[in-house]
């Protein structure tokens, strides 16, 4: 429709000659504006705006829970609710004041009321955990492993996937019989010849990623990888919702698009397909792809030396246990006694000799404060796998 309306006919005579209301041809062509037909973004979306046109803005609901805490904290009456704040909007002069049922309505949205309900809090911004890269000044690459599938005939199959956090650009690799941490590297190093190199690149802590933990300080040869290229390796904490939720949701689609949907016969059909798949997924995201932080390239002159002594930074998300400890790279760091059972980000930076922690939480993502400073010295040992 589109297309014809860019070649000379009417949105009337499109409507009639494709069958459908002059809204419908409307809509089309309005979503089209400005771009190439091949990278418009044609997916469905939901009626309605994202957000209603009469939702109270972020700064304004802040402002009432402000009033709130200091009514509560200093008023000789006592009152904080919703009248009381109402009244101190006005007392203070501060420009158009919400209704009192208004402020009523933001209380029990940002679960502050007295009776106990379930509290539905707005969620962090995707990479809310790295500044840099909640910022939109960095770009990280997210991968993991799709294990368990099997072709007619007996073939195991498992799949390394990737994608990027700000581009949503895609990768995935079927292979068999078992991906090996020699197989990470040499599929990373194509692909970031291919787009260029991110600032992070995360992993669970699947050994093929983080490498073997049999004995203390040890650094896999992925790891090794990124370093050697200036890339951040981030190894997210085991059995944590959210961290994954990007790559976890394009291997159920990977899935669902590509190994479920098709009856595969061989691996190359296979690859063939999944191939075809992340072709037509990057081209649909290809306006988001160009839009997102630019890339290094990866340098022509550089070679693997997995002997190399790591240099740069390592960061490990990880959750505290009872004591206020966490564990990575096969010891024990002490965080803080009072911090127990939360999230911390440690930063292990190999050149300056250091473990750096800091806390984080979801709830105020925007604070995330150095509490611990570690000696560490990473021992110079020989490689091996």
């Given at each position: 429709?589109?297309h ?18 002059l ?53 000789d ?32 949205r ?65 292979h ?37 933990q ?63 798949y ?37 960061i ?70």
């Amino acid at each position: 429709m589109v297309h014809a309306v860019r070649h000379g006919a009417s949105l009337r005579q499109v409507a009639q000659q494709f069958g459908v209301a002059l809204a419908t041809v409307q809509r089309w062509v309005q979503r089209a504006k400005g771009q190439r037909l091949d990278r418009v973004d044609w997916t469905e979306r939901p009626c309605g705006l994202p957000t209603p046109v009469n939702r109270t803005e972020r700064q304004r609901e802040d402002l009432v829970l402000t009033l709130r805490q200091q009514l509560r904290d200093t008023s000789d009456l006592g009152e904080f609710g919703a009248a009381a704040i109402h009244r101190e909007w006005l007392a203070r002069g501060l420009p158009d004041p919400p209704s009192v049922r208004t402020i009523g309505l933001i209380l029990d949205r940002r679960g502050v009321l007295d009776r106990r309900r379930r509290i539905r809090r707005p969620p962090p911004r995707p990479g809310w955990y790295l500044p840099r890269l909640v910022d939109g000044r960095a770009e990280l690459d997210s991968f993991d492993l799709v294990e368990g599938l099997v072709i007619r005939g007996g073939t195991h199959v498992e799949v390394l996937n990737g994608i990027s956090v700000h581009g949503g650009l895609v990768v995935s690799w079927p292979h068999a019989p078992a991906i090996t941490a020699s197989f990470v590297v040499q599929s990373l190093l194509e692909h970031w010849r291919a787009v260029g190199l991110p600032d992070y690149a995360q992993f669970d802590n699947d050994p093929i990623f983080e490498g073997p933990q049999i004995h203390p300080d040890t650094i896999g040869r992925v790891a090794r990888v990124c370093l050697s290229l200036g890339v951040v390796p981030v190894f997210v904490p085991p059995r944590e919702t959210g961290f994954q939720a990007a790559i976890e949701g394009f291997n159920g689609l990977w899935q669902a698009k590509v190994w479920t949907r098709f009856q595969h016969t061989s691996l190359e059909g296979l690859q063939v397909q999944s191939a075809r798949y992340v072709a037509a997924h990057r081209q649909r995201a290809a306006s988001r792809i160009e839009a997102a932080p630019g890339r290094r390239a990866l340098p022509e002159n550089w070679h693997l030396d997995v002997q190399a002594h790591p240099q740069g930074r390592l960061i490990f998300l990880r959750r505290s246990n009872a004591q206020g400890e966490i564990q990575l790279l096969g010891r024990v760091f002490l965080v803080d006694p009072l911090w127990q059972h939360r999230l911390v980000r440690a930063e292990v930076d190999l050149k300056g000799q250091q473990v750096r922690c800091y806390t984080l939480r979801r709830r105020v993502p925007e604070q995330q404060p150095m509490v611990k400073k570690v000696a560490y010295v990473l021992p110079r040992r020989r490689f091996s796998e």
